[in-house]
């Protein structure tokens, strides 16, 4: 498990340094290829969990709109071409369901089909306009989107060490916070965690002691929550991973969940500190 595992986590390091250090279409063209990717794969699964629950969907062609959605968004094509791609969706499954011979049934399907991209798409498109600020000019975005990811990763890499740490060390006796979605998170963990963000947000963002210590409490917590959402939901599907895509590491959704609030969150911090440029 751990060498497919490091395997993984290698080229996924090699793909995104890439998207990020190579200063032309190229790094912009890996970027899209891997989200695109992420997109289908993040929907798919979602709607396999949820047809584990008896919640049936237009899984594929659900899939495919999130794709071609990241696609559009990527190359920057215009607001009224981005909406001809779930407008087609919609069309198709308003036909879909007036066909069908259970009305309720494909009416389901169809919320269901709704809920995934809102899920799924929605959040990683604010990730793709973060790394789109300054494109071709001063490419600030793609080094907004570094900070991001690894100040995200180091609370949660930091509250499983810690938390880990404190569990030897006590015996077994760390605080739980929420074990009936995560029995392994506690409070100890936690508290690790934020520190770990908010040392690696002061040395990334350099904006500002407060404004550092702000960030870093707001990724470490937005990551903690969105981490926590997976956790519930493959409770409720009765699923360990959410896939098997990544050997492994399990799902896209595992990959990104800590990273799904996070995207508009920081999104929206940057529009109210007047940082979008």
């Known amino acids: 498990m751990f060498l497919p595992r ?42 396999s969990m949820l047809e584990k629950k008896g919640c049936k969907s237009y899984k594929l062609t659900t899939s495919m709109t999130a794709a071609f959605l990241i696609i559009g968004i990527v190359n920057n094509l215009s607001y009224h071409f981005l909406l001809i791609i779930p407008g087609i969706l919609m069309i198709t499954m308003w036909i879909q369901m007036l066909n069908h ?29 973060i790394y ?17 990811v690894l100040t995200t990763k180091a609370g949660d ?43 690696v947000s002061i040395l990334l963002f350099n904006n500002g002691l407060v404004n550092d210590v702000i960030v870093g409490m707001l990724l470490f917590f937005g990551g903690f929550y969105g981490d926590l959402v997976e956790s519930a939901l493959k409770r409720t599907c009765g699923v360990k991973d959410s896939g ?17 609030l996070n995207a508009p969150l920081f999104y929206f911090y940057l529009i109210l500190k007047n940082l979008i440029y």
């Not at 279409?25 to 993040?42: C, E, P, Q, R, S």
């Not at 789109?132 to 991001?148: N, P």
């Not at 509250?159 to 739980?176: D, E, P, Q």
């Open 157 to 199: 890499t930091g509250a499983y060490c810690v938390g880990m740490l404190y569990h030897k060390i006590s015996g077994g006796r760390n605080h739980k916070i929420v074990p009936n979605i995560s029995p392994k998170k506690s409070w100890e963990g936690t508290i690790g965690g934020c520190i770990c963000s908010i040392a």
């Open 6 to 47: 490091l395997l993984s986590f290698v080229i996924l390091i090699i793909l995104f340094g890439l998207s990020i250090f190579l200063k032309n279409w190229i790094g912009l063209a890996i970027f899209g290829g891997i989200f695109t990717i992420a997109a289908f794969g993040l929907t798919y699964e979602i709607l």
């Open 244 to 260: 098997s895509v990544i050997p492994g590491m399990g799902g896209v959704y595992d990959v990104l969940d800590s990273l799904l």
């Open 101 to 129: 011979r259970k009305f309720e049934e494909a009416l389901d399907r169809m919320i269901h089909s709704a809920a995934a991209l809102m899920m799924g798409v929605l959040p990683l498109s604010f990730l793709i306009a």
């Open 132 to 148: 789109m600020m300054g494109e071709g000019t001063t490419y600030s975005g793609r080094w907004l989107v570094v900070a991001l």
